[in-house]
């Protein structure tokens, strides 16, 4: 019986050095109030130390990558897609622990890569539970940049990881959704541990994309800068069509990270 809480800790530290990948599906819409644009693939690779989410990548996406599409939310706002959903290393946030500290990539008029501290989320856990495939998972929300989410987690995987840049839970989540499920990341699968070859990459870039990483701030005033120019190209061409003045764009309508 002595040796009990040494294998305690041995299965323990074993547990916690396995890697394993959950597979979700990304619906991302701003403005829709719906979740109501493209329906891709993604998934997150993690262990201990570090995690690693992609989606809108090419390789994922072979059967949509180039079909065209409309979208219509709950508001009969709609949107087109012109097969331009995906590209060849995806959207990519990947996580350290150790450091506590995100890089990731977005699509913004090509590529930008953006490193920060992890952001804090203050995350409320409530008593509400539900089944999400052989799970049961548990609920918490917390505020993130501007919008309000509610993540359902597990305690099967007792770290802190979730898609996109979502965590800080006590165990790995397998739903999250905005209130309008505008940003809305739903399970498909888990292995844990695996055997899957898929590594836990830093933040890839295409060749020829610039080096360096953008600050959190410089992407925000990139974000609202293009707002603007956009907002006075729209003023000017109803002042020449001598048209009604159109109405100021609501900036988190646009952006899912409204900031």
């Not at 040494?6 to 829709?32: A, D, E, N, R, W």
């Not at 690693?52 to 072979?62: G, H, P, Q, R």
């Not at 890569?113 to 409530?126: A, D, F, G, M, Q």
């Not at 933040?203 to 974000?223: A, T």
């Amino acid at each position: 019986m002595k040796y009990l809480p040494l294998l305690i800790v041995f299965y323990s530290c074993l547990l916690h050095s396995q890697k394993g990948i959950v597979y979700y599906g990304q619906i991302t819409s701003p403005g829709m109030k719906s979740p109501a644009g493209p329906d891709l693939n993604s998934f997150l690779v993690f262990d201990k130390k570090e995690s690693y989410y992609v989606t809108a990548k090419d390789s994922l996406e072979k059967s949509v990558a180039n079909q065209k599409a409309i979208y219509t939310g709950s508001n009969d706002q709609q949107v087109a897609y012109n097969g331009d959903k995906t590209f060849r290393y995806g959207k990519q946030v990947y996580y350290d622990r150790k450091k506590d500290s995100m890089w990731w990539s977005q699509r913004f008029r090509g590529n930008i890569y953006v490193s920060e501290k992890r952001p804090t989320i203050k995350w409320k856990l409530e008593k509400e539970t539900k089944k999400i495939g052989n799970f049961k998972t548990y609920k918490a929300v917390g505020e993130f940049r501007g919008r309000t989410y509610t993540a359902w987690y597990i305690l099967e995987v007792p770290l802190p990881y979730g898609p996109w840049k979502l965590q800080g839970l006590p165990g790995l989540i397998l739903e999250a959704y905005d209130e309008k499920k505008e940003m809305y990341l739903y399970f498909k699968s888990l292995e844990y541990p695996t055997e899957n070859k898929a590594i836990i990459s830093k933040v890839q870039r295409e060749k020829g994309d610039p080096e360096g990483w953008k600050s959190i701030q410089d992407f925000e005033d990139m974000l609202r800068n293009s707002i603007k120019r956009a907002y006075n190209r729209m003023v000017l061409r109803a002042e020449k069509k001598n048209k009604e003045k159109p109405n100021k764009p609501i900036f988190n309508e646009i952006y899912i990270e409204s900031f």
